[in-house]
C-alpha cells in the first residue's frame, strides 16, 4: 500500500506562486510515474502534470505549460509542483498520484493506482 499526502496549497492572488508537495510512503514505494491533476466544483478532474520516476521526464497539460514544473526527490520519495502566474480559473483541489502500471499514460485518471487527499488552492483575482 502507498500513502500520498499533499501540502502547500493555500489562498493566493492572481499572479502569485504556489509550491504544492507530495510526500509519498508506504512498504515499498516504487512507482513508474507520479502525477499531479486537479478538480474544480462541478468540472472533471484535469490533468496538470506528470513525471516518470526513473528518467524524469516531464509532461504538461496545456493550462499548465510554461507556468508550473514538476520536479522530483527520489531520496525523499517527493514530488513538487511549482506554480508560477496563478490565475483565477486555477482554482481547484489538486490531487497528486502514483503509478506503476507498465504501460503508463500519464494524462490518463485510470493509469494511477494511488491517490492523495488533496490539496486546496484558491486563486483570487
Known amino acids: 500500500q502507498v500513502q500520498l499526502v499533499e501540502s502547500g496549497g493555500g489562498l493566493v492572488q492572481a499572479g502569485g506562486s504556489l509550491r504544492l508537495s507530495c510526500a509519498a510512503s508506504?512498504?515499498?514505494?516504487?512507482?513508474?510515474?507520479m502525477g499531479w491533476f486537479r478538480q474544480a466544483p462541478g468540472k472533471e478532474r484535469e490533468f496538470v502534470a506528470a513525471?516518470?520516476?526513473?528518467?524524469?521526464?516531464?509532461y504538461y497539460g496545456n493550462s499548465a505549460k510554461g507556468r508550473f514544473t514538476i520536479s522530483r526527490d527520489i531520496a525523499k520519495n517527493m514530488v513538487y509542483l511549482q506554480m508560477n502566474s496563478l490565475q483565477p480559473e486555477d482554482t481547484a483541489v489538486y490531487y497528486c498520484?502514483?503509478?506503476?502500471?507498465?504501460?503508463?499514460?500519464?494524462?490518463?485518471?485510470?493509469?494511477?493506482?494511488?491517490w492523495g487527499q488533496g490539496t486546496q488552492v484558491t486563486v483570487s483575482s
Open positions: 498520484a502514483s503509478s506503476g502500471r507498465v504501460v503508463y499514460v500519464y494524462y490518463q485518471t485510470s493509469a494511477y493506482n494511488y
Open positions: 508506504g512498504r515499498t514505494f516504487s512507482a513508474v510515474g
Open positions: 513525471i516518470r520516476w526513473s528518467g524524469g521526464s516531464t
